[in-house]
């Protein structure tokens, strides 16, 4: 089995910076990307950003110069750095790792449970 286990959501204001972890254990091959998805209340989930295990990056235009995301290949960690926090990044964050169980199996999606993240004076 497989689990991703985020952490450090939170109340934050306008402004501030949060970062957010998301660790993932179990029978893991080989992990291809690990991303950060959103869903804010009454909207589809969407991507904010992911990596890929050689270090590429892509960003939600929302996001730029604003978030980082980070991976710690030996842990099966992701982070996201989110700085200068506004009122619409408020959403439940999902970690998602993209992975394989061997050597011979097809990649599949992993979900995380999610964490709030909500920006408000």
């Known amino acids: 089995q497989v689990q991703l286990v985020e952490s450090g959501g939170g109340l934050v204001q306008p402004g501030a910076s949060l970062r957010l972890s998301c660790a993932a254990s179990g029978r893991i091959f080989n992990i291809i990307n690990m991303a950060w998805y959103r869903q804010a209340p009454g909207k589809q989930r969407e991507l904010v950003a992911r990596?890929?295990?050689?270090?590429?990056?892509y960003y939600a235009d929302s996001v730029k110069g604003r978030f980082t995301v980070s991976r710690d290949n030996a842990k099966n960690t992701v982070y996201l750095q989110m700085n200068n926090l506004k009122p619409e990044d408020t959403a439940v964050y999902y970690c998602?790792?993209?992975?394989?169980?061997?050597?011979?199996?097809?990649?599949?999606?992993?979900w995380g449970q999610g964490t709030q993240v909500t920006v408000s004076s």
């Open positions: 990596i890929a295990s050689g270090g590429s990056t």
């Open positions: 998602n790792a993209r992975l394989t169980l061997s050597s011979i199996w097809a990649p599949d999606d992993y």
